[in-house]
Structure formats: structure tokens, C-alpha cells
């Protein structure tokens, strides 16, 4: 806050003003060039930009009865209407070390809420809760509370030792976990290799049968395609042969081999008998 004395003065535009007169408010002063009577008037002006402000580090306990130490951070601005600036000038004389003074009590309270383990991983719940709650209390004296962050939650040495040693031999449960899985999946991915190669060494077989079976089965067709029809000339010609082995003679004619004409001797011609 700075107040102003002079004749002529700035509100800036991060800037809300009051002015009053004799002591007793007058007027709300927007940004910009404005004009006072001095000793009669002056102007109370205040940042209403949002304030970054550090909670201090301090112990709680928790539901649990174990003492941490935390600490945070959080965003507070005056409200720009006219009434809310008004009520930071009249209704608290320090806002900055009063918003102070009841987030560490807000503090103690959520933490005391929780345990231990509760409180490590509730940093996000226990930020809004806080911020709600100074939000609200903080109305009547024209603040307004933006966000607030935990940024410490320090255990004790002693339980940060038996903490690391429960997560040390968590991952190393998980780590054996993960080990047996990956053998397990190794033994299942060759059980299923040795079955495909089974079954595709079975099918191959099954081809190769099927391919025999199909090449005796074309070899039989064309036999009996091939000798059935040249059954009587193939036994002709056998006869023939089994007669020359016996020096018989036989006649060829323009019919082909008869088997009426195989004698011992060559048939005379009529002329020829005549004579």
C-alpha cells in the first residue's frame, strides 16, 4: 500500500485506490491521472496484482501420530470492486501476515485429517481443501485466495529409512515378477514353435502321400487307358512270336495277323493244285 499527499497523482492500471476526506472514505479511484485537496483529502492505494507468498516450513502430526515437517506456497490478490478494496483497508490491518498466520493453522488441520501414508499421496486434495477453506475465510477482508501448493512433506529419518526399504523390496518382488513372466512367455512361445513345426512337418508328409498317391493313381489311368484298348493286338503278337519260336509260317494280310492262317506249311494257290 502507498499512500498519496499531493495535489496531482497516478493509479496505475495494477492499481485500485480509495480516497478520503477528513479521515472518512469518499470515493474509489480508478487507474489513471486524478486530483486531491491536500490536508483535506488523501488516497490509499493498493496493489491488486496476486501475491506469491511462502508458507513457512513446521511441523504437524498426523492422524497417525507420526510428525512431518511441511511447508507451501500459494496466490493471494485484493479483489477489485470498490467494496472488496475497501474491506482490505478497513476491515484488517495486515492482510498479508493474517492470510499468513491461517494457512499454517489450515496446515496442522488437514494433515491431522490424515496418516501418513494418506498425506504422501494427497498432496492435490489437501492444496484445494486448503485453498477453499482460505478462500472463504479470507472474503470478509476483500482477498482472494487463487491456489494453493505443498511443496515439502518431509518424514521423519527414521521412516524415510524403513519407507525405502519397503519400496526396495517392492521392486524387487516386481522385478521377479516380471522375470518369471518373461520365462513363462518364453516356454509358451517355444511349446507353441514346436507344435507349428510338428503340425507343419505332419502337413508336408500329408502333401507328399497325397502327391504319391496322386501320381500312381494318373500312372494306373493312363495303363489302363493305353492297354486295355490294345489287348487282342498285344496277344496276337504274342502268338506270333511263341509260332516263330516254333518255325511256323504265317500270313500278313491288309486285315492284319489272322489267327486262321497259321499252319505248318504255306497254303498252295488253286492254280498251283490244278497243275
Known amino acids: 500500500m502507498r499512500i498519496v499527499h499531493g495535489i496531482f497523482y497516478v493509479v496505475r492500471q495494477y492499481e485500485r485506490a480509495i480516497r478520503e476526506t477528513f479521515g472518512k472514505y469518499s470515493r474509489f479511484v480508478n487507474p489513471g491521472l486524478s486530483i486531491q485537496i491536500p490536508l483535506v483529502q488523501v488516497t490509499r492505494v493498493r496493489d491488486v496484482r496476486e501475491h506469491t507468498m511462502d508458507i513457512k516450513p513446521q511441523e504437524v502430526i498426523t492422524k497417525d501420530n507420526v510428525e512431518i515437517k ?16 475497501k474491506r482490505t483497508f478497513y476491515n484488517i490491518d495486515d492482510w498479508k501476515s493474517a492470510v499468513m498466520e491461517l494457512a499454517q493453522t489450515g496446515l496442522r488441520q488437514e ?18 481443501n486448503l485453498q477453499k477453506s482460505l478462500d472463504e475465510l479470507t472474503d470478509n477482508w476483500g482477498l482472494k485466495v487463487t491456489k494453493v501448493e505443498i511443496k515439502l512433506i518431509d518424514p521423519p529419518v527414521d521412516i524415510k529409512a524403513a519407507m525405502h526399504k519397503q519400496k526396495t523390496a517392492e521392486q524387487e518382488r516386481r522385478a521377479m515378477k516380471l ?3 518373461g520365462r513363462f512367455e518364453a516356454a509358451e512361445q517355444d511349446k507353441l514353435a514346436t507344435i507349428q513345426l510338428a503340425e507343419g512337418k505332419k502337413e508336408a508328409e500329408i502333401k507328399v502321400a497325397q502327391g504319391k498317391a496322386k501320381a500312381i493313381e494318373l500312372i494306373n489311368n493312363a495303363a489302363e487307358k493305353h492297354f486295355v484298348g490294345n489287348a487282342k493286338e498285344l496277344k496276337k503278337w504274342e502268338t506270333v512270336e511263341n509260332s516263330l519260336k516254333d518255325n511256323s509260317k504265317i500270313i500278313v494280310t491288309s486285315e492284319g495277323i489272322s489267327p486262321n492262317l497259321f499252319v505248318g506249311e504255306i497254303p498252295l494257290k488253286k492254280n498251283e493244285e490244278e497243275k
Open 111 to 128: 494433515f491431522g485429517h490424515l496418516t501418513l501414508d494418506e498425506s504422501l499421496t494427497a498432496r492435490e486434495k489437501i492444496s484445494s
Open 179 to 181: 522375470l518369471a513372466t
Open 70 to 85: 511441511v511447508d507451501g506456497i500459494m496466490w493471494v490478490r485484493p479483489d477489485i470492486s470498490e467494496e472488496y478494496i
